[in-house]
């Protein structure tokens, strides 16, 4: 494992163990994924890997401890996500390529099983060495896509493993929920 990356992997350990409250753990680990892409970061062939269809997913570190995951994700061009989120504290770095981000807003209670109205609030255009994040339950769901002619790559580190997502649906107003794998 490249040195940058166990260096990140020690200040998120360090920060779970200093402290419990989520917002200053995302502002460190943020802090942190930042520095870590402030360079890019060369990763080998077996974490850079996509399937036929959609975007790579590649286990880079579990903490057996604290639960926490970071994955390298690999966005083939013109490839993306569909609207989602996580149900955890997420950070991402774009480590390679421009990934463009929309981020948006529940306009329900979330009360009716299956539905969920929401609204656009905003697309950024992410390069090379930037780091944001997700916070749940109101600053998580967002669509991730790559719009350019080439592979971007982001490292993305999570609170949790993430075994599964809600996926919605805008224009019918519809939420499922569905199983994550990795590549």
Same mark, same amino acid.
């Given at each position: 494992?490249?040195?940058?990356?166990?260096? *990140?992997?020690?200040? !998120?350990?360090?920060?779970?163990?200093?402290?419990?409250?989520?917002?200053?753990?995302?502002? %460190?680990?943020?802090?942190?994924?930042?520095?870590? !892409?402030?360079?890019?970061?060369?990763?080998?062939?077996?974490?850079?890997? +996509?399937?036929?269809?959609?975007?790579? %997913?590649?286990?880079?570190?579990?903490?057996?401890? *604290?639960? $926490? !995951?970071? !994955?390298?994700? #690999?966005?083939?061009?013109?490839?993306?996500?569909?609207? *989602?989120?996580?149900?955890?504290?997420? #950070?991402?770095? #774009?480590?390679?390529?421009?990934?463009?981000?929309?981020?948006?807003? %529940? =306009?329900?209670?979330?009360?009716?099983?299956?539905?969920?109205?929401?609204?656009?609030?905003? /697309?950024?255009?992410?390069?090379?060495?930037?780091?944001? $994040?997700? $916070?749940?339950?109101?600053?998580? +769901? *967002?669509?991730?896509?790559?719009?350019?002619?080439? %592979?971007?790559?982001?490292?993305? /580190?999570?609170?949790?493993?993430?075994?599964?997502?809600?996926? $919605?649906?805008?224009?019918?107003?519809?939420? =499922?929920?569905?199983?994550?794998?990795? /590549?």
């Amino acid at each position: 494992m490249k040195e940058e990356l166990s260096n *990140h992997i020690e200040r !998120v350990k360090n920060t779970l163990s200093e402290c419990s409250d989520e917002r200053y753990i995302v502002n %460190r680990v943020t802090e942190s994924t930042a520095s870590l !892409v402030s360079k890019p970061l060369a990763l080998p062939p077996e974490n850079l890997k +996509i399937p036929d269809e959609g975007y790579g %997913r590649n286990l880079l570190y579990q903490d057996p401890d *604290h639960g $926490f !995951v970071v !994955v390298a994700m #690999v966005w083939p061009p013109e490839g993306g996500t569909p609207i *989602h989120d996580h149900g955890t504290w997420g #950070v991402v770095g #774009v480590n390679q390529g421009t990934l463009d981000v929309t981020n948006y807003s %529940r =306009e329900d209670e979330g009360n009716v099983p299956g539905r969920a109205a929401l609204k656009a609030i905003g /697309t950024i255009s992410a390069g090379e060495g930037a780091a944001a $994040f997700v $916070f749940p339950p109101d600053e998580e +769901i *967002h669509k991730v896509w790559n719009a350019t002619t080439e %592979r971007a790559v982001s490292i993305h /580190t999570y609170g949790e493993a993430i075994n599964n997502y809600n996926i $919605f649906d805008l224009e019918e107003g519809t939420m =499922e929920n569905l199983e994550v794998s990795y /590549t």
